[in-house]
Structure formats: structure tokens, C-alpha cells
């Protein structure tokens, strides 16, 4: 299995409702990162986590809160959006998180808050 | 290929031709330059990869030249065709405090004329 999958593909809300993306992988990646692609842009990181761990986290706002369950999942919660959050949501994973480890994305969760 | 205010560059080949697709990078520190093919709806998918140690490595129709000088990458595609139709993104890998970092170009949209 070489792929990333996310879930939903699509996902409506609004700025009051809580909701969470999910992201799998099973290729035994020990690093899972979450990007933020607003349309026309270049995708933006937000998360790193590293064997579970949160390493990086880019100034994101608290109403994005991550979580590792395990080394397969990645979520993504969500709660109290503003209608700039719009945007596709790419998750990538990669063997380890050192220099020359590719990463693999995900086809992304395309987010809209009303 | 570089960005230029607030629009995607474009690039537009006719169908069997040579394509070059051209990014600048900022920081003389990375060590590591993925290309990156993403097609519409879709998440970006890697093309080839060079470390700062090599000027130059090819892949399948595709090589990636790289010019620490002046801190410019180029993407060549060979005989493109219309499944390369894509936005084509550079990203520069810096390692942060336990993880991988990777830094996107602003993007170059190739459209290929059959």
C-alpha cells in the first residue's frame, strides 16, 4: 500500500459546528504532516509529528487542534472556523522526518466554512 | 516560471515539445529540492528530487538542474504530452528542530496544446 488516503473528500460547515479530517497511511511512515493549500497557492505547512510526537507546529491557530492517535493516523479537529479556513487540507507522510525523506500526499480534504 | 504579484505563472507547450519550468529558491542553506506534479483536485505528487551536492539528475522524460550560484532549480520535460498538463511546484527541504520542513514555490501552471 503506497498511498495516503484522507477523509472526507468534502466537508461543509459552519463557524459554530466542531468536525475532524482523518488521514491514513500504511506504508510504516513514522513522520505525518498536515498543509493548508488556499486556491492558486502553494500548499503551507501547519503540523509535523515525528513517531507520534508533535514537532513542528507552524503559529497555527488553537482552533486547529492535531492529534496521533498512532503511527497509521493523523486527525485533524476542528472547531470555531472562520470563513478564511476555506481551503484544501493535504496531509503527507514520510519514512522518517530528516532532510531527503519524500513525502507523500494525500488527494486532500477540500474544507468550506460558512 | 517565477511568481510575479499574486498570479500563478503560466506556461503553455505544444503537444511533443520540450518544456522548462523555472523556480528560485531563498535559502542557500537547504540541501534538498523536490518537484512537485499537482493535477486538479488531486494532492501534489513527486516528480524527482536532486540533493545540493549534484548540478543535475534526470528521471523518465524529466531532469532537474540546479544552480546553487544564483539559487535557481529548473524542471525539463521532455516530448510533454497532454497528461502533464498540471501545476508544477518546487519545494526547498530545511530541517527544523526534529522534523522536515518543505518550503513550496509559488507554482507554474503547464498547459499542453494537442
Known amino acids: 500500500d503506497t498511498e495516503v488516503t484522507q477523509t472526507p473528500k468534502h466537508l461543509v460547515m459552519g463557524m459554530t459546528n466542531k468536525k475532524s479530517l482523518k488521514c491514513e497511511q500504511h506504508m510504516g511512515h513514522r513522520a505525518m504532516y498536515w498543509y493548508k493549500q488556499k486556491a492558486k497557492k502553494p500548499p503551507e505547512l501547519m503540523f509535523v509529528y515525528s513517531y507520534e510526537k508533535l514537532s513542528i507546529n507552524e503559529s497555527v491557530p488553537s482552533r486547529f487542534s492535531p492529534e496521533c492517535p498512532n503511527s497509521s493516523l493523523l486527525n485533524l479537529h476542528l472547531h470555531a472556523l472562520q470563513p478564511e479556513d476555506s481551503a484544501l487540507y493535504l496531509c503527507a507522510s514520510s519514512q522518517e522526518s530528516g532532510v531527503y525523506n519524500e513525502q507523500f500526499f494525500g488527494p486532500g480534504t477540500r474544507l468550506t466554512v460558512l | 516560471g517565477e511568481s510575479v504579484g499574486l498570479h500563478l505563472p503560466t506556461l503553455s507547450v505544444q503537444e511533443g515539445d520540450n518544456s522548462i519550468i523555472n523556480c528560485a529558491y531563498s535559502?542557500?542553506?537547504?540541501?534538498?529540492f523536490i518537484w512537485y506534479k499537482q493535477e486538479s483536485g488531486k494532492g501534489p505528487q513527486f516528480i524527482i528530487d536532486i540533493r545540493s551536492n549534484m548540478d543535475k539528475r534526470q528521471g523518465q522524460r524529466v531532469t532537474v538542474l540546479l544552480n546553487k550560484t544564483v539559487k535557481h532549480l529548473s524542471l525539463q520535460i521532455a516530448a510533454t504530452q497532454p497528461g502533464d498538463s498540471a501545476v508544477y511546484f518546487c519545494a526547498e527541504n530545511m530541517y527544523q528542530t526534529g522534523a522536515n520542513n518543505l518550503f513550496f514555490g509559488t507554482g507554474t501552471r503547464l498547459t499542453v496544446i494537442p
Open positions: 535559502n542557500s542553506a537547504s540541501d534538498y
